[in-house]
């Protein structure tokens, strides 16, 4: 079940060296935007606006801060010069002002001087610090193992549940008040930030783990659900299929179903199939298949305008339908993992169709990275400004990588350290 890396057609866009090339160049170029993210005197990285400068109105934010630090952990991996000085930025702010020395685990803001701001701790923003540490390890970076080991013992501590086999939401600071909401955003990162722990410590107990959130959220609860993914659940873990009703257009918790996930866990499921090889279960390639369909077929264009939407309802209607950078990045990851795993030419005409939709609509010439948000009618915007880059890098890398082990131990396998 494991991949060689290339696709098995050699025509495919996933293994012409020209295409490749191209992948780079859009590799740096999103990276030339996201140093600026480091320029401010806040501590970590900064929320960049739509030129690249840190918006002064966003406090600092531990998911943006780690996202940041793993992406820029990635590009020390591949060489590029002053990445590293980057990757131990972040690294300070983790081990510093993010870092909760009383109760322990991470704040999830803080204010312009690094007090503070936010005190509570998600299962979010705690998988991100995971991702940030394994990567930083990949990398070489000092002291990034021991903020590994000690993120990976908060998430087993406070986060993780044996007897539901996935991850709890959120806490208060002191890990007394337990909130009584289920996601499975927050689980779907916690997913990715597994599969990158093991690859990165070899402890086959993260992809345990890993497959057992996916068993439960996307082999039964999507499965079930005609492969619509339910996002919100209460503490038994029964569906809340009108969760946040009144707040349609949140970040982190929209009403409905996204698409953008559908095409993420489709992704992470062909990671974790190979990260497994001889052990995996059979039905994962059959889910990521049946994830990615049921995106392609409800999510893209269904109002007769190119691209995938925000949300949906239960009746594939869409909620927003704004156009939203991040899932068109995530349908290029899936789409060039399916091409890999399969070799059918139908995920390779999605994959040079997602890579179209960007160039004539996303990728930002003028101003930088890509267009975060195309707003469709009058509603209210997701996003101000392109806050990181962690979706758009990504995609530039996975096209070229084979699929296990996932990001920051492939790059070091692909260079030949690994």
Do not use: C
């Not at 269904?302 to 925000?310: A, L």
């Not at 890999?340 to 990275?369: C, H, I, K, N, V």
């Not at 195309?374 to 990181?388: F, Q, T």
Request: charged share 25%; proline share 6%; glycine share 10%.
């Amino acid at each position: 079940m494991t991949s060689t890396g290339d696709s098995p057609q050699s025509g495919s866009w996933t293994s012409l060296a020209s295409h490749r090339a191209w992948l780079d160049g859009e590799g740096d170029r999103l990276l030339s935007f996201a140093e600026g993210a480091g320029s401010g005197s806040a501590p970590g990285f900064g929320w960049l606006d739509d030129d690249g400068r840190p918006d002064p109105t966003q406090s600092p934010q531990l998911w943006i801060t780690a996202r940041m630090t793993h992406v820029f952990a990635l590009a020390s991996l591949r060489g590029r010069p002053g990445a590293g000085p980057l990757v131990d930025r972040g690294l300070a702010a983790l081990t510093g002002p993010f870092r909760d020395p009383e109760h322990g685990g991470w704040f999830s803001s803080l204010t312009a001087k690094g007090a503070p701001a936010a005190t509570d701790k998600s299962a979010y923003d705690h998988a991100f610090v995971v991702l940030a540490a394994a990567s930083a390890t990949a990398a070489g970076r000092p002291g990034a193992a021991e903020l590994l080991q000690e993120a990976l013992d908060v998430v087993e501590e406070h986060f993780w549940r044996d007897d539901e086999g996935r991850s709890v939401e959120s806490w208060d600071r002191t890990w007394t008040e337990l909130e009584p909401y289920r996601g499975a955003n927050s689980n779907m990162h916690t997913v990715e930030a597994f599969l990158t722990a093991a690859a990165v410590t070899g402890d086959d107990r993260w992809l345990t783990r890993a497959t057992s959130i996916v068993e439960l959220l996307v082999h039964t609860a999507a499965k079930d659900n005609g492969w619509r993914l339910p996002e919100h659940f209460d503490p038994e873990w029964r569906s809340l299929p009108d969760y946040n009703a009144d707040r349609k257009n949140d970040k982190f918790r929209p009403y409905g179903s996204t698409p953008g996930h559908w095409l993420e866990w489709s992704r992470l499921l062909l990671h974790l199939e190979a990260a497994r090889g001889a052990d995996a279960p059979e039905w994962l390639l059959d889910d990521a298949r049946s994830l990615f369909g049921a995106a392609v077929e409800v999510g893209w264009a269904p109002d007769g305008e190119s691209g995938f939407v925000y949300t949906l309802d239960w009746s594939d209607r869409p909620v927003v339908a704004s156009r939203l950078h991040w899932v068109l990045t995530e349908a290029i990851g899936a789409a060039a993992a399916l091409v890999q795993r399969t070799g059918e030419p139908e995920y390779e005409r999605w994959y040079r169709t997602f890579w179209d939709e960007a160039a004539a609509r996303f990728l930002d010439r003028d101003r930088g990275s890509w267009v975060h948000e195309l707003p469709v009618g009058d509603a209210d915007a997701v996003w101000s400004g392109k806050p990181d880059v962690y979706h758009a890098y990504q995609a530039t890398l996975l096209p070229q990588l084979p699929l296990a082990p996932v990001l920051p131990a492939a790059l070091r396998q692909t260079l030949g350290d690994g």
